[in-house]
C-alpha cells in the first residue's frame, strides 16, 4: 500500500500542469472558475488545443492518437484541467462513441469518424432516451427499418444533451420489434443534417436548453453507418456503461466545485467573522471535505485494483453525485440572499454580481441532473443490490 | 499509487482468518461470556503463539517489525471475530512501547511482552486523559485516575498519560506496573462484552527508569492516534461481518410468501450501509498509509479516519439490527453483539464531533475570536 505517485506519474502529473497553464486561454479559465459561462465554439477550441499538444484523447491506444494512458494518468489528467479551469471535453465523441468505434467499428467507420472526434471538428451527441424509456432504456421504440441499403428512421429521443451544435448523434434504435426488448436493438451514426430531423430545445430548471427532443420523421439512414452487428445493439450500450468508469465519480470538478466553496467561504463574513469561521458552517463543509477526500481515494482504489469489481462504480456513481450535489447546495447556502438571483440572458448584468456568487444557483439547479442521468442512484443501487443480495 | 497488500500482509491476514474462524467462533464466544472469566486464556495462547503481541515490535527484540498497516489488518479481524481477548491493546500497547520504550534496561520485559508473558495496556484513548506527574528527585509522583481502560484487569503494566504542567494535555508516559503501591484497578464488563476498568493512582511513585516519554506532546498524540487506527479497523472489521450477516439475513427469511430481502426499500437500506463501509475502508488504509507522513498529515487523516468511523459504526449497528427485526434485539443472535461492538467503537477515543472539529483546525486553522 502506497498513496505516493510513482516518479513518472509525478513527472506526468506536472507536465499537464504545465500545459495547461501555457495553453489554457485565461479567459475560458476564469469563467469556468467563478461561474461564468462558455461559448459551444470554446469548448471545440480546448480540443483543438489538446490535440495539438498530444492531449487530445490520452485514454485512447497509441494507434489511433491517444497516449495509452493508464486509469490513474486519466484521473490526474482530468483533474489538472479540471482545477485550473479547462472545459469539460466533450464526453460524446471522445471517451463514449470512440471506444465503440474501436471494438465494433469496421476500419471504414473509425477511418472516417475518429480523427474528427480527436481534433475537435466534430460535435457528436447522443441518442438514447425515448419519453418511454428512461432508466428502463431497453423499451425504447424509435425504429429503423431496412429499405434497400438505407435504414428509415422513426420516432423521438428525449434528453438529448446538445444536439443543437451537433453535427452527428449516436443512436440507439429497434430493428427488430418482435422479439424481447433487450434483442432487436441496433446502433446507428446519423448526420444531423439528414432531411426529416427536428431538434426542439428543452428548457431545464436554470432556464437553459441543455437538452432537446429530437424527432426523427422518414430520416434515410446508409447501412454502412450501424456500428456492428445488427440487432446487437445492446451489447455496445453496457459495452459502453462498464467502459466509461474512470470518472464516473466525478472527482475533478466536485474539487473545483469545493476549492470555490472554500474561497467563498474565506472571503464572506457572517456575525462578523469569516463565515468559515462560523462553528455550524465550518463543521459542515469539513464534513464535506472529508466525503470529498474519502471519495476520491476510493475512486483511486478501484482505479488501481485489476480486478473488475461490479459494485464499486455504482457506489462511486451514486455518492459522487450526492457530494457535489451537496457542495453546490452548500456553496448556495453560503452566498445568502444573492442565490435568489437567476439572470436571464438577455437581463441587465447586476452590478453586484460577482465572482464569488456568480453562476451558483444555476450550478444548483443543473446539477440535480446528476443523480439522474447515466442511470439515477436509485438504478444504481438496484444494481448493487442486485450483485449482493441477488433477489 | 497502489492499494494491495504484500504477499507476507496477505499472509497475515489469512492465518488470522483461518485461525479465528476455528477457534472463535459465535458459539466460542458465548461459550467464553458465559464462564464470567471474560476471557479466553487458551485462545489467547494460541492468538500468542501465532506472534500477535510481537506483531508491532522490532525484529531486534524478537518482534515481527510489522508497521500501521499490519496492525490494521490484524484488528480488523479482531472485530470480525468480535474477540474479547486482549489482542488490539495489545497491538497499541506494543506499538507505542516499540516506538518509546526500546532501551538496554528493557530489554527484557520488551521480550516478555512479545512472548505474552507479561501484557501492557494504556489508560487513556485521547491527549486529555492526563494524570498528574509531579516532579521528585528520582522519578515522579503521580495523581489521578484513568476511566474505562480496556483489558485493565488483564494487564501486569499500564502505559500511563501524564501532565507535568498546568495543562491539561498529556506530554508524558510512564510505565506502572500493576502490582504498584497506590494503584487500583475497578473491574468491570464494558457494553461489547470486553474486560475493563477504572484504574486510579494515588501517590504512585515512578522511577525514572519506567519514564519513557518526558513533555513531548507530539509523541502522545501518534500513541493516541495508533490506537485510534486499530480501534476503527476493528469497527472496520465488525462492520464487514455485520453486513454479511445482515444480507444472509434478508435473504433467508420467509416473509409475505418470500424472502424479505426482496424488498426493494430494505435493499437500498443495504447498498448504502455498502457505501459507507467502502468509505471506511479506504479511510482506514489512507490512515494506516498516512503514519509514515509528517504529524499535521497523519493527524488529519486519523482524524478524518474516526468521523468515519464513529459514523458507519452508528449507522451500520442500528441498520443492521433494524433489517434483522425482532431478532436483532436478542443476544442469542450474532448481530447484536456486533452492534454493541460497533456502538462502543463509535464512543472509544472520542465521538464524531470532536474529530470533525480538530480535522477543521487542521485544514483551515483555528477559528479567528468572534
Redesign the interface.
Given at each position: 500500500?502506497?498513496?505516493?505517485?510513482?516518479e513518472a506519474?509525478r513527472q506526468f502529473q506536472e507536465q499537464v500542469r504545465a500545459f495547461v497553464t501555457a495553453h489554457l486561454p485565461a479567459d475560458i479559465a476564469e469563467r469556468q472558475l467563478n461561474g461564468g459561462k462558455l461559448a459551444p465554439a470554446e469548448v471545440l477550441q480546448w480540443q483543438r488545443i489538446l490535440y495539438e499538444q498530444g492531449y487530445g484523447a490520452i485514454h485512447w491506444p497509441t494507434a489511433f492518437g491517444g497516449q495509452d494512458a493508464s486509469p490513474?494518468r486519466q484521473y490526474l489528467f482530468e483533474l489538472e484541467c479540471a482545477l485550473a479551469g479547462a472545459p469539460m471535453q466533450l464526453s460524446f465523441g471522445v471517451r463514449m462513441l470512440a471506444p465503440v468505434l474501436m471494438r465494433f467499428g469496421t476500419p471504414e467507420q473509425q477511418r472516417q469518424f475518429l480523427p474528427s472526434i480527436l481534433n475537435g471538428t466534430t460535435w457528436w451527441c447522443q441518442g438514447y432516451s425515448e419519453p418511454g424509456a428512461g432508466s428502463d432504456l431497453a423499451s425504447l421504440r424509435t425504429s429503423a427499418v431496412l429499405d434497400g441499403d438505407h435504414y428509415v428512421v422513426n420516432g423521438q429521443k428525449c434528453w438529448n444533451t446538445l444536439g443543437q451544435h451537433a453535427d452527428w448523434i449516436f443512436c440507439l434504435v429497434r430493428t427488430d420489434a418482435s422479439s424481447k426488448p433487450q434483442r432487436g436493438i441496433s446502433m446507428l451514426l446519423i448526420d444531423m443534417k439528414t432531411p426529416g430531423i427536428t431538434v426542439r430545445p428543452t428548457v431545464l430548471l436554470d432556464g437553459t436548453a441543455e437538452v432537446n427532443d429530437i424527432y426523427f420523421d422518414n430520416v434515410r439512414v446508409p447501412v454502412t453507418q450501424r456500428v456492428g452487428v445488427e440487432n446487437d445493439g445492446w451489447t455496445i450500450a453496457k459495452f459502453l456503461l462498464v467502459h466509461e468508469r474512470t470518472n464516473i465519480a466525478g472527482v475533478p470538478w466536485s474539487k473545483r466545485d469545493f476549492a470555490r466553496l472554500l474561497r467563498i467561504a474565506q472571503s464572506r463574513s457572517r456575525?462578523?467573522?469569516?463565515l468559515?469561521?462560523d462553528?455550524d458552517f465550518?463543521?459542515r463543509?469539513?464534513?464535506l471535505?472529508?466525503?470529498l477526500?474519502?471519495?476520491e481515494?476510493?475512486n483511486?482504489?478501484m482505479l488501481?485494483?485489476p480486478t473488475a469489481d461490479k459494485?464499486?462504480p455504482s457506489?462511486l456513481k451514486?455518492?459522487g453525485s450526492e457530494i457535489r450535489q451537496a457542495i453546490s447546495a452548500l456553496t448556495m447556502e453560503a452566498i445568502g440572499r444573492a442565490a435568489l438571483r437567476l439572470p436571464r440572458p438577455d437581463d441587465h448584468e447586476f452590478a453586484l454580481d460577482d465572482e464569488l456568487t456568480r453562476g451558483i444557483t444555476a450550478s444548483y439547479l443543473n446539477l440535480r441532473k446528476l443523480s439522474i442521468y447515466g442511470g439515477s442512484n436509485?438504478i444504481q443501487?438496484?444494481i448493487?443490490?442486485q450483485v449482493?443480495?441477488?433477489? | 499509487m497502489n492499494f494491495n497488500l504484500t504477499e507476507e500482509q496477505t499472509l497475515l491476514q489469512e492465518t488470522l482468518r483461518r485461525c479465528l474462524a476455528e477457534q472463535a467462533d459465535f458459539a466460542t464466544r458465548k461459550a467464553t461470556l458465559a464462564a464470567c472469566t471474560g476471557w479466553s486464556s487458551s485462545l489467547w495462547s494460541t492468538l500468542t503463539e501465532l506472534g500477535m503481541p510481537a506483531l508491532p515490535l522490532s525484529e531486534s527484540d524478537g518482534g515481527l517489525g510489522g508497521g500501521a498497516i499490519e496492525l490494521a489488518l490484524a484488528a480488523e479481524a479482531a472485530g470480525t471475530a468480535l474477540l474479547v481477548e486482549p489482542l488490539v491493546s495489545t497491538l497499541w500497547a506494543n506499538a507505542i512501547i516499540d516506538r518509546y520504550g526500546r532501551t538496554p534496561v528493557r530489554t527484557a520485559w520488551i521480550a516478555a511482552l512479545a512472548a505474552g508473558r507479561q501484557m501492557a495496556v494504556p489508560t487513556f484513548e485521547s491527549v486529555s486523559d492526563a494524570v498528574i506527574a509531579d516532579r521528585e528527585p528520582g522519578g515522579y509522583r503521580l495523581q489521578g485516575s484513568a476511566s474505562v481502560v480496556y483489558h485493565a484487569p488483564l494487564a501486569t503494566h499500564y502505559l500511563v498519560a501524564a501532565t507535568t504542567s498546568a495543562s491539561h494535555v498529556a506530554d508524558t508516559l510512564l510505565v506502572v506496573a500493576a502490582d504498584t503501591a497506590g494503584l487500583d484497578v475497578a473491574r468491570y464488563t464494558t457494553v461489547d462484552d470486553q474486560l475493563a476498568g477504572d484504574v486510579r493512582l494515588r501517590d504512585v511513585f515512578v522511577p525514572e527508569a519506567d519514564v519513557l516519554v518526558v513533555n513531548d506532546p507530539e509523541a502522545l498524540a501518534w500513541a493516541v492516534d495508533v490506537g485510534l487506527l486499530v480501534v476503527s479497523a476493528d469497527a472496520l472489521g465488525s462492520a464487514a461481518r455485520a453486513l454479511t450477516l445482515t444480507i444472509e439475513y434478508l435473504k433467508t427469511r420467509q416473509q409475505f410468501g418470500g424472502p424479505i430481502g426482496r424488498f426493494q426499500a430494505l435493499q437500498h437500506r443495504v447498498v448504502a450501509c455498502l457505501a459507507k463501509l467502502e468509505e471506511l475502508k479506504t479511510s482506514v488504509w489512507v490512515a494506516a498509509a498516512r503514519f509514515g507522513d509528517e504529524p499535521a498529515a497523519r493527524r488529519a487523516a486519523l482524524a478524518a479516519l474516526k468521523v468515519i468511523a464513529s459514523e458507519t459504526a452508528r449507522h451500520i449497528g442500528e441498520e443492521s439490527v433494524q433489517l434483522h427485526g425482532g431478532m436483532g434485539v436478542t443476544q442469542e443472535m450474532e448481530i447484536s453483539h456486533h452492534f454493541r461492538r460497533l456502538t462502543a467503537a463509535s464512543i472509544r477515543f472520542g465521538a464524531r464531533d470532536q474529530h470533525l472539529a480538530a480535522y477543521a483546525n487542521l485544514r483551515y486553522g483555528p477559528i479567528s475570536p468572534g
Open positions: 500500500m502506497n498513496l505516493e505517485l510513482s506519474d490513474l456575525d462578523g467573522r469569516p468559515l469561521d462553528p465550518r463543521a463543509i469539513a464534513r471535505q472529508i466525503d477526500d474519502v471519495l481515494y476510493t483511486l482504489r488501481s485494483a459494485t464499486t457506489i451514486y455518492r436509485e443501487k438496484n448493487v443490490s449482493t443480495i441477488g433477489l | -
